[in-house]
């Protein structure tokens, strides 16, 4: 969980760097797909966990 918060955390600082600064577009870049690649991550590992059981 603090991996999934720190990588959003950092998406987040580089898209504002991308977004704000002239002609660092390929930081707002970057943030958008550590953006994507975090939360795929976080939603893989999410449905891993949960485990059905059987219904009695």
Known sequence: MVT???LLLVAI???VIGAVADDLGY???LGV???V???TFFAVLTS???RRR???
Do not use: H, S, T, W
């Open 48 to 50: 891993r966990r949960v």
């Open 4 to 6: 999934f918060l720190l």
């Open 27 to 29: 930081l707002l870049a």
């Open 54 to 56: 059987p219904m009695r």
């Open 33 to 35: 797909l550590l953006f």
């Open 37 to 39: 690649a975090d939360v």
């Open 13 to 15: 600082v580089l898209g």
